[in-house]
């Protein structure tokens, strides 16, 4: 019985004397009967295994043993017994810590109200698991609880934690172990197992242990001839104090315990084996990296004055070209070097900020990795599936959780029809109750091919409604109300079983294995098992117990999250990915420190804890020693800087960005600062600024399939008018004598000429698409004129949105529309004007209509669910208030209202607007006016023209001169047109209008009496748009308009009597303009739409631009980073700068 220690500095060759001394005793015949064990940390066997291998061959591989401590457990247990109990893994521990807390949630104090946040039952469960760890029970927490104050903040956490803690314990000794226990009981055990009596154990690559692992070296030391123990350090203390801002303090402490330990067991102590020198193993090869490992912690440290040639560092212009020059230095690295893949490290502090750019850039390049991380399953089908199934009956199956069970490939629905029903379903609102429903029926109102029969439409659908909701009807029936856990996750194996999922894994598995993506099958493979196993321990752990659905989903929530999957890599040859803490490795010749920068590496301090550093101290002096406080993490991050720095035997690049993924800045690390102290001749490469030289350029071809997209990169300058260097031309030449790459480089180069533009649609297929005789609405030609893309896209192609069950803008614009007109109807029908009706009939009559029109159609919208019956009385709200102020408005006005809803067009009351294009092409523009107003005097007729709109809309002159607001003049336009034929007194032009629909909020910061509330929601909804500037006119539009500003329309009348430059207003001649003018800018637009101008040219006034609110941007593809891709800038002008012009233009037309 022996214990001796083999220690020296990261790289001196602790593992590799350990193998050897393996090798040499499994040579000589008095250990032949010797049982040989390599006890290694758990997420390094495999390592070891094939380190072993390696070394020692395969021939005797099988008398030794590589074993970590939970290993060892099994290997005993299975000698002499002791799984009498049912294991239960993380997830089922997670899912009882559930139960309890939710027992005893009201009874906590510190944690009662962190008892109901998420979140909290991984921190309890973290909790238990470091008690255990540390050998202490409950009993022993409650013992040093009670000594404690009554006020002590330190006592109530204890207590709710001993509380949980009981329970937990009370409740798994009954017929379960976990994992902490395993270890506890192998302690007990190991007193009968004679497995490791007379055995030589090497125990490799641990820093520290806790207190069960050193009960557990103590056990073997009593048994064994001997074990060995390695510690990376630069020296033994042999017992004396350390001095804890070493970086090797803990390793040192470790050496501490164990020497108590022999010494209190009258253990022998042999010699320690040290393995220093001044040239350390692993950097035999590279004085640089020797000189790092032995100074970087050193003070004063010795400065290295020689060029580095093996130690490199790299600034990152961000996290992706730091990943691309990475990749391009490991090509470089096996081709120039002499390197294989599997010699070659990539770690980081961050790999989850970084793991997506590795995947991504280094499959770019052909690199083959291994991620050394262990998998979420949250985002495996297997799990969506489960988690949506249940969320389809207790979230009423919403559409989001119906099709995302369809969508996970898992079911027997078809792609098609999955997209078939999705459309039915978003178009009709379709949820809750519906899907129970025996056959659909309601209306198919997105068709887009004419010759579809919708009975057979609907006979389709109503088919796959069948297959969808048959095995989840059986399911729901089975599972509804309060039911024990055994019975809900029997029902949803059996419907697994039903849908054929296990079946459709297997196909994707094999799928994958073809493809060669060896990682996916091991991860879908694993994810089916796992899930059985869940649903196996929520049986064990929580069988008889009755719970609700939804209480049942957190619970299997909870136990997925504890669930996460390990993979071996699939190939030997493979560059290793991993974070600094989890990787270990001394084959190893070159690393690649990824993201040393600032609070990156060395990590911030993780946050204290429900245990903070005080209650931590505290406990240590009451003899109760947990996990490192932060102070202590700190100093072990100062030994990851270390080991990290000291991995590699032949090269080490570090690297970090100035930038993250987003932009924001970043600093470099300290490690960065030191480094350059201790190698002041050390050169710092950069992608951040690039020279594009001849030298430069060569450094950037590192393969063949990486810089292919390098070379079209660097040639794409040429279209930019930059010269790229001779080295790219020479590369290009490469790839096109290779035939595999000569069409692929063809298409590329085509491709650097892209500009994101439009060739013009011949004239010909443009009328084809727009149908002969060629008629527009006005709105139509508005869109085309803010941008002619979106209108080609929209009127030519005819593309349209899916048809969504909702009430969008507008519909509400219609539905106002409608129920208006309906009312003016009423009027009419009841020989009633805006003048006589009273507030009383208002509120009825628009009450009536809106009811009717909410009912008169099966499933319309805002009769669908109380959210939309709620804007139903909104709505009524909101019209009601709107025609007493149309009424209001009109009774302060000589105007009368004449017509409403009146169309213009081929099928109108009146022709349409028939304009000659100078092509010879005739067009016929069409419309539909909200209200005409007129005024008869003895001068002639003034028209009014009101258009109701549901936003706030205003009106804007230059808006007209660039073709985007031209309705209300056009429908003037028609107005006038007509009714000039059939008058023999002159018509005239009185304003155009838009009155806005709405209910407005009234604020106010004294209390108003009801006649100034009605003033102001007058001024509120004051009619916006162009008067005609003719002071009997206006004071006809307002006949309470003495002088100041008008509470209905745009004007100012000054105390003189004279009009207000406030006014928005036009002379009859500048109306006669704006009729020319409207009329010369539809011929244009017209013009250039025939030619076939359908440009992607989005109009930009200030930062507004109609891509914002438009459908087709993922069509279009608009960059306006391209240099083809620019938007008409539209500039703010004066309307005396605007009527300038159109005079002008006008006057050039004659």
Not at 534 to 550: A, F, H, I, P
Not at 699 to 709: M, R, V
């Amino acid at each position: 019985m022996s214990l001796q220690f083999i220690f020296g500095r990261s790289g001196s060759g602790k593992s590799t004397y350990c193998l050897e001394d393996i090798k040499d005793k499994l040579s000589r015949k008095e250990y032949l009967d010797k049982k040989l064990i390599y006890l290694v940390p758990e997420q390094f066997t495999f390592q070891a295994d094939r380190n072993l291998v390696e070394v020692i061959g395969e021939k005797g591989i099988h008398r030794v043993q590589v074993l970590s401590f939970t290993r060892m457990a099994y290997v005993v247990f299975n000698e002499v017994g002791g799984i009498t109990k049912l294991h239960m893994n993380s997830a089922g521990r997670n899912m009882l810590l559930y139960k309890i807390i939710e027992e005893v949630k009201e009874k906590l104090t510190a944690f009662n109200r962190a008892s109901k946040q998420a979140g909290f039952i991984n921190i309890m469960s973290d909790i238990i698991t470091e008690l255990k760890r540390y050998d202490i029970p409950p009993e022993l927490l409650n013992k040093v609880t009670g000594d404690l104050q009554e006020n002590d903040p330190l006592k109530e956490k204890l207590e709710d934690i001993n509380l949980i803690f009981r329970r937990f314990e009370e409740f798994l000794h009954e017929k379960y172990i976990d994992n902490e226990d395993q270890l506890a009981m192998l302690v007990e055990k190991l007193d009968i197992c004679n497995l490791f009596n007379e055995a030589y154990i090497w125990i490799d690559e641990f820093s520290t242990f806790t207190p069960i692992q050193y009960n557990i070296i103590e056990k073997l030391l009593k048994k064994t001839d001997k074990i060995n123990i390695t510690l990376t350090t630069d020296c033994l203390t042999d017992g004396k104090d350390v001095d804890n801002t070493d970086v090797f303090a803990a390793i040192k402490n470790t050496e501490t315990k164990l020497l108590k330990l022999i010494q209190n067991n009258n253990i022998a102590y042999e010699k320690p084996i040290c393995l220093n020198d001044d040239m350390i193993y692993r950097f035999r090869e590279s004085k640089e990296l020797n000189h790092l490992e032995r100074y970087y912690f050193s003070f004063p440290y010795e400065i290295y004055k020689d060029n580095t040639k093996d130690l490199k560092m790299f600034r990152a212009l961000n996290m992706y070209s730091e990943i691309q020059s990475t990749a391009r230095d490991i090509i470089g690295l096996c081709r120039d070097k002499d390197l294989r893949f599997k010699d070659i490290a990539v770690v980081t502090r961050n790999l989850q900020g970084y793991e997506k750019l590795i995947q991504a850039i280094f499959t770019e390049y052909n690199i083959p990795y291994f991620l050394d991380k262990r998998r979420d399953i949250n985002s495996n089908p297997l799990i969506i599936l489960l988690n949506s199934v249940i969320d389809i009956f207790t979230k009423n199956w919403s559409y989001e959780a119906v099709f995302r069970y369809l969508k996970t490939g898992l079911t027997d629905i078809e792609r098609e029809e999955i997209d078939i029903i999705e459309n039915y379903v978003l178009s009709n609102g379709i949820r809750g109750r519906r899907w129970m429903e025996e056959h659909w029926r309601y209306t198919i109102n997105y068709r887009y091919d004419d010759s579809s029969d919708e009975e057979e439409m609907l006979e389709n659908i109503n088919n796959i409604k069948i297959k969808i909701t048959t095995p989840l009807f059986t399911l729901q029936e089975r599972i509804k109300g309060k039911n024990s856990v055994r019975n809900i996750s029997e029902a949803l194996y059996e419907f697994l079983v039903e849908i054929k999922a296990y079946e459709r894994v297997e196909y994707w598995v094999e799928g994958f294995k073809k493809e060669k993506e060896l990682d996916k099958a091991n991860e879908y493979s694993q994810v089916w098992n796992l899930v059985i196993e869940l649903l196996d321990q929520l049986v064990e752990v929580l069988g008889d117990e009755e719970v609700k659905l939804e209480e049942f989903v957190k619970i299997l929530s909870t136990g997925i999250n504890e669930y996460d999957i390990g993979v071996i890599p699939a190939a030997l040859d493979q560059v290793l990915i991993g974070d600094i803490e989890r990787v270990k490795s001394h084959e190893v010749s070159a690393i690649f420190l990824i993201g040393v920068n600032d609070k990156v590496f060395p990590k911030a301090s993780d946050e204290e804890g429900i245990l903070n550093d005080r209650d931590r101290e505290y406990l240590k002096d009451l003899g109760i020693e947990l996990a490192a406080d932060t102070k202590s993490q700190a100093f072990e991050e100062q030994f990851l800087i270390y080991r990290s720095l000291s991995m590699a035997g032949k090269f080490l690049r570090i690297s970090y960005p100035i930038a993250d993924v987003e932009g924001r800045s970043m600093r470099p690390s300290i490690i960065v600062s030191k480094i350059k102290k201790i190698f002041p001749q050390i050169t710092e490469e950069s992608d951040i600024i690039k020279n594009d030289t001849d030298e430069e350029s060569l450094l950037q071809i590192s393969g063949e399939y990486s810089s292919f997209n390098e070379i079209i990169s660097a040639l794409r300058g040429e279209a930019e008018g930059k010269e790229p260097s001779a080295v790219w031309w020479d590369a290009y030449r490469w790839y096109m004598d290779k035939p595999k790459w000569r069409e692929r480089c063809r298409r590329a180069f085509a491709g650097l000429s892209y500009t994101n533009q439009v060739q013009k649609v011949n004239s010909s297929k443009i009328k084809k698409l727009y149908g002969t005789p060629l008629q527009f609405s006005v709105s139509r030609l508005e869109r085309y004129a803010s941008c002619p893309f979106a209108y080609y896209v929209q009127y030519g192609l005819k593309a349209k949105d899916r048809k969504v069950y909702e009430f969008s803008m507008p519909d509400l614009g219609t539905f106002v529309h409608e129920v208006l007109d309906e009312f003016s109807e009423v009027l009419e029908k009841e020989k009633v004007g805006f003048r006589e009706v009273e507030d009383r009939f208002v509120s009825e009559a628009i009450s009536m209509i809106v009811d009717e029109k909410v009912e008169e159609k099966t499933g319309f919208i805002l009769n669908s669910s109380p959210r939309y019956k709620f804007m139903a009385r909104r709505l009524k709200k909101i019209l009601t208030r709107s025609v007493d102020i149309i009424s209001e408005q009109i009774k302060r006005s000589s105007f009368n209202p004449t017509e409403h809803e009146v169309d213009f067009g081929s099928k109108g009351k009146y022709p349409p607007i028939t304009i000659k294009l100078p092509s010879g092409e005739q067009i016929e523009l069409m419309g539909r006016i909200d209200r005409v107003d007129e005024l008869e005097t003895e001068e002639g007729t003034f028209i009014r023209i009101i258009d109701y709109k549901s936003g706030n809309k205003g009106f804007k002159l230059s808006d007209v001169y660039y073709g985007l607001q031209l309705q209300l003049l056009v429908y003037l336009d028609a107005i006038l047109s007509n009714k000039e034929k059939y008058t023999e007194k002159g018509i005239f032009p009185g304003a155009v209008l838009y009155f806005r629909v709405e209910d407005p909020m009234i604020s106010s910061e004294k209390e108003l009496s009801s006649d100034k509330i009605e003033e102001k929601i007058l001024k509120e909804l004051k009619m916006r748009g162009l008067l005609l500037k003719d002071i009997k006119v206006i004071r006809e539009m307002d006949k309470e308009l003495e002088n100041g500003y008008s509470l209905i329309i745009p004007a100012q009348l000054l105390k003189g009597g004279e009009i207000g430059e406030k006014t928005s207003g036009a002379t009859l001649e500048q109306f006669e303009t704006l009729r020319k003018y409207v009329r010369k800018i539809v011929v244009d637009l017209c013009e250039e739409m025939l030619n076939g101008n359908i440009s992607i040219k989005p109009y930009k006034k200030k930062k507004n631009t109609p891509c914002e609110y438009c459908n087709f941007a993922s069509i279009c593809q608009f960059d306006a980073s391209i240099s083809d891709n620019k938007y008409k800038i539209i500039n703010e002008k004066s309307n005396d700068e605007v009527w300038e012009l159109m005079r002008k233009e006008v006057d050039e037309v004659k």
